[in-house]
T-cell receptor, first 112, second 112 residues
Framework: KQEVTQIPAALSVPEGENLVLNCSFT??????LQWFRQDPGKGLTSLLL?????REQTSGRLNASLDKSSGRSTLYIAASQPGDSATYLCAARSGSARQLTFGSGTQLTVLP | DADVTQTPRNRITKTGKRIMLECSQT?????MYWYRQDPGLGLRLIYYSFDVKDINKGEISDGYSVSRQAQAKFSLSLESAIPNQTALYFC???????????FGPGTRLTVL
């Protein structure tokens, strides 16, 4: 059974800092890995999706990497802004039914 | 207009009541999902449907049932609500090629 872990559970940084969020998964036989952002009381917004054959994906100030062999993915946020404050979740797609297994998220606070 | 909508957005009910949560999508996706989110536990899959005639149990289906009325509509029912079903419920859709998931805004359900 796939298990996804995100550490730390919460992170607070000053504005302008570069930061890395971590995601680990137990079953390396994944189809893809997706990073989401969740604002309080809101649904999830997809940020980046990395296919199993890819090593990284970039969108603006965000860069996600994938290392299947070690069961790890990272989300790099450059020059953080207060508007980046949210909970970030990663989810691995695996199994015969190709279902998503979510981590419990990292709550990020960027201080002005 | 939102691509994935959920009704109601908030609901308070009593133990033993039957509750239906509804989800509609305009993305034209065949695949639809119901998740619940509890604090500190991430999202867990309740049921999923790959097309109108296909319904599958997820990780935590006990106490829930679903109905796929049309390609665009997927409902979740709690036949006899209990307090530990208090949670945030999300509907999601995905396409067949890339498997990116798109989420609705969520329904906050409180069972007293």
């Amino acid at each position: 059974k796939q298990e996804v872990t995100q550490i730390p559970a919460a992170l607070s940084v000053p504005e302008g800092e570069n930061l890395v969020l971590n995601c680990s998964f137990t079953d390396s036989a994944i189809y893809n890995l997706q990073w989401f952002r969740q604002d309080p009381g809101k649904g999830l917004t997809s940020l980046l999706l990395i296919q199993s054959s890819q090593r990284e994906q970039t969108s603006g100030r965000l860069n996600a990497s994938l290392d299947k062999s070690s069961g790890r993915s990272t989300l790099y946020i450059a020059a953080s802004q207060p508007g980046d404050s949210a909970t970030y979740l990663c989810a691995a797609r695996s199994g015969s039914a190709r279902q998503l297994t979510f981590g419990s998220g990292t709550q990020l606070t960027v201080l002005p | 207009d939102a691509d994935v909508t959920q009704t109601p957005r908030n609901r308070i009910t009593k133990t033993g009541k039957r509750i239906m949560l509804e989800c509609s999508q305009t993305k034209g996706h065949d695949r639809m999902y119901w998740y619940r989110q509890d604090p500190g536990l991430g999202l867990r899959l309740i049921y999923y449907s790959f097309d109108v005639k296909d319904i599958n149990k997820g990780e935590i289906s006990d106490g829930y049932s679903v109905s796929r009325q049309a390609q665009a509509k997927f409902s979740l029912s709690l036949e006899s609500a209990i307090p530990n079903q208090t949670a945030l419920y999300f509907c999601a859709t995905s396409d067949l090629q890339v498997y990116t998931q798109y989420f609705g805004p969520g329904t906050r359900l409180t069972v007293l």
